[in-house]
């Protein structure tokens, strides 16, 4: 919901534009799964899903920041490659951890929990957007609270950082 925003009000973009950027996520997406598929990481997993998540977050920092559309066009490349980089790790740790008999339960309810967020952060958005925050204030503010979030975890789960 926010990208076409983002892309009229604060790049003042046309559909055209809005089509370049979702392109580059997407290249930046399979950009980053490309890169996972060649470093083929067996260690070290959870510290690489954390590292990449705190990378993701500045990507996606730096993207709310931008005003020009090459710049945007750079930052969310980076967001799309962060967000595989950061996805797959995840999703091999809850394989190998994971008992083969509870695994499709697993990864039902991480579909179904991203699936039932995405309605509730389309909510929100609507609502911060009528009470008189730019879209750009709540990419700015949204990152900042995973930026910090992520660096608590960082900080105090070592077990994740850990996970293989």
Not at 16 to 41: D, V
Not at 107 to 118: A, E, F, P, Y
Not at 125 to 149: A, K, N, R
Request: with cysteine; net charge positive.
């Amino acid at each position: 919901m926010g990208l076409p925003i983002f892309v009229r009000n604060v790049l003042d973009g046309t559909a055209l534009s809005y089509s370049l950027i979702e392109g580059s996520l997407s290249i930046g997406l399979l950009i980053g799964s490309i890169i996972m598929f060649a470093w083929n990481t067996n260690r070290h997993r959870g510290k690489i899903a954390l590292y990449s998540l705190l990378c993701l977050s500045f990507s996606y920092l730096l993207f709310s920041q931008t005003t020009t559309f090459t710049t945007g066009l750079a930052s969310i490349f980076l967001v799309g490659g962060f967000i595989q980089i950061t996805t797959l790790p995840v999703i091999s740790i809850i394989q190998r951890q994971v008992s083969k008999e509870y695994l499709g339960r697993i990864m039902s309810l991480m579909t179904i929990s991203s699936m039932g967020l995405t309605p509730i952060s389309y909510g929100v958005t609507s609502m911060l957007l009528t009470v008189g925050l730019t879209i750009q204030d709540i990419m700015f503010w949204s990152s900042l609270i995973l930026i910090v979030v992520t660096i608590g975890v960082i900080l105090s789960a070592r077990q994740i950082r850990a996970t293989h």
